[in-house]
């Protein structure tokens, strides 16, 4: 079975900084990775994904991760945030049954 | 524009009594959804698989007595807490996969709040 740790449980940044989200994954197998972001009392929106090939992918608002299959990371960045980036992100894992195993989630603050 | 839509969005009812809530895919016919349970600052963790036509399929610890699940239709499954009691509360969210060449992504609904007094 997988499993999903985001090593950063709240993530302080001032408007225009860059940030980066880390997540790391274990499975024994190929998997399909996606990061979510969850805004206050909402479902969960797709920022992006990486099922093969390339491995930098873009996603929506300006946000892209690398996938590193050798340190079995899949970590998001972006490189200058908005006051509107302040939010719950999720990284998840799947393998060949579809079945999303989420991390532990990282608050994303933006200041000012 | 949303895919999945979830009604209520947010419910409050008495212990003991039972709740349902809907998950409606709103462009796509699935036969596969998803449901999640999310408490206050942590992550979600899945419940149950809903299979249009058949039983769902539930995760290990999850009481498939207390959280039944009807996929009657492609485009509707149902999560009624039944009995309920205030360890139910939690914030309740759908999804559905994307589909053919598109199955390993999931669209997530809005999510149900529900809160048992």
């Known amino acids: 079975a997988q499993s999903v740790t985001q090593l950063d449980s709240q993530v302080p940044v001032f408007e225009e900084a860059p940030v980066e989200l880390r997540c790391n994954y274990s499975?024994?197998?190929?998997?399909?990775l996606f990061w979510y972001v969850q805004y206050p009392n909402q479902g969960l929106q797709l920022l992006l994904k990486?099922?093969?090939?390339?491995?930098l992918v873009k996603g929506i608002n300006g946000f892209e991760a690398e996938f590193n299959k050798s340190q079995t990371s899949f970590h998001l960045r972006k490189p200058s945030v908005h006051i509107s980036d302040t939010a719950e992100y999720f990284c998840?894992?799947?393998?060949?049954?579809?079945?999303?195993?989420f991390g532990a989630g990282t608050t994303v603050t933006v200041r000012a | 524009g949303a895919v999945v839509s979830q009604h209520p969005s947010w419910v409050i009812c008495k212990s003991g009594t039972s709740v349902k809530i809907e998950c409606r895919s709103l462009?796509?016919?699935?036969?596969?959804m998803f449901w999640y349970r999310q408490f206050p600052k942590q992550s979600l963790m899945l419940m149950a698989t809903?299979?249009?036509?058949?039983?769902?399929?539930?995760e290990q610890g999850v009481e498939k007595d207390k959280f039944l699940i009807n996929h009657a239709s492609l485009t509707l499954s149902t999560l009624t807490v039944t009995s309920a009691h205030p360890e139910d509360s939690s914030f309740y969210i759908c999804?559905?996969?994307?589909?053919?060449?598109?199955?390993?992504?999931?669209?997530f609904g809005p999510g149900t709040r529900l809160l048992v007094l």
């Open positions: 998840a894992v799947s393998e060949s049954d579809y079945k999303l195993s």
């Open positions: 999804s559905r996969d994307g589909g053919g060449f598109n199955q390993e992504t999931q669209y």
């Open positions: 499975s024994s197998v190929s998997v399909y």
């Open positions: 809903s299979n249009e036509g058949s039983k769902a399929t539930y």
């Open positions: 990486y099922l093969s090939g390339s491995t």
């Open positions: 462009d796509f016919q699935a036969t596969t």
